[in-house]
């Protein structure tokens, strides 16, 4: 079983307003911004080979994909790193911004500059509005870097640009123990204010490849799985999914919520009668 400044002109002895000074950044305002791009269809993807739009508003990479401001088009131009630097700016971070370059490398040269900087083994917990970067190879590397948005016990929750040709969300169960996950830094000036815990629809990464994919139930009980096989032709989203059936006679039931309750990386479900009875169904997704 197995288991979202005005600057008046002086004229006529007119007096000169200065500019209103930003507002510190929040936590609460990096999410925002984050879950902003993230919904943005114009945007929130690449154009053929790493054109993007993020590449070219923060680095001017070279015009790309026939759109006005959108930079990059090749294998050197990957663009995680624009998108959370994008993100830190939009929301308001100033200080240190220009030590941030194309590479995600340096958000961790950042952190270390400015003293922001945890690595995931230490006693750090990250927090919303941190960006987390990752070696994939476990050489040392870092390949990519994305913006965390919550933490729940050891599950820790991102919006990413760059991954899989676009801006999503991913979730990492046991972060503390995943060697692909870096490190943090804490962008400077940021507030402690933290947004609330993001709510959790009947979604999960049932299928444990990265992507969320949906369980519903239907009227007669049966439990279905739509697995998350995103893809993007040319910029233009879509997704497609046949449903499998993975259950039947949940009927009986009045609430499922999903948890990795055993600890293994994999959500769960758990399963309420109207008598109060709560059970367990371990995902042993193959």
């Not at 950044?25 to 990096?30: F, K, L, V």
């Not at 490398?105 to 900087?117: A, V």
């Not at 999503?168 to 995943?178: E, F, P, V």
């Not at 039947?248 to 609430?255: A, E, I, K, P, V």
């Amino acid at each position: 079983m197995l288991v979202i400044a005005i600057a008046v002109g002086v004229a006529g002895g007119s007096a000169l307003v200065a500019p209103a000074a930003h507002a510190a950044p929040t936590r609460a305002g990096i999410v925002s911004i984050a879950t902003r791009e993230l919904n943005n269809s114009s945007r929130n993807h690449e154009i053929g080979n790493n054109c993007s739009y993020y590449g070219g508003v923060m680095f001017g990479w070279p015009s790309c994909g026939g759109r006005a401001g959108w930079g990059g088009g090749g294998d050197w131009y990957a663009w995680c790193a624009g998108f959370a630097k994008y993100v830190w700016r939009e929301a308001g971070v100033t200080s240190g911004m220009s030590q941030i370059d194309g590479y995600a490398r340096s958000f961790k040269t950042y952190g270390q500059n400015q003293g922001t900087w945890h690595s995931r083994g230490s006693s750090y917990v990250p927090k919303p509005g941190d960006a987390v970067t990752f070696d994939w190879g476990n050489n040392g590397d870092i390949d990519h870097v994305g913006i965390v948005t919550s933490l729940s016990g050891t599950t820790l929750r991102t919006i990413e640009g760059n991954t899989s040709d676009r801006v999503a969300r991913h979730t990492y169960y046991n972060y503390k123990n995943n060697s692909q996950i870096e490190g943090f830094t804490t962008a400077v000036g940021v507030t402690q204010e933290t947004p609330p815990v993001e709510p959790e629809p009947w979604v999960a990464d049932v299928t444990g490849d990265g992507f969320h994919d949906l369980v519903g139930r239907t009227t007669d009980g049966t439990l279905m799985l739509y697995s998350n096989n995103f893809v993007r032709d040319d910029g233009d989203p879509y997704s497609t999914s046949a449903s499998r059936e993975i259950g039947s006679g949940w009927g009986n039931f009045n609430t499922v919520v999903h948890a990795d309750v055993t600890g293994d990386g994999f959500a769960d479900l758990v399963a309420r009668k109207p008598d109060g009875t709560l059970w367990l169904y371990s995902n042993n997704f193959v």
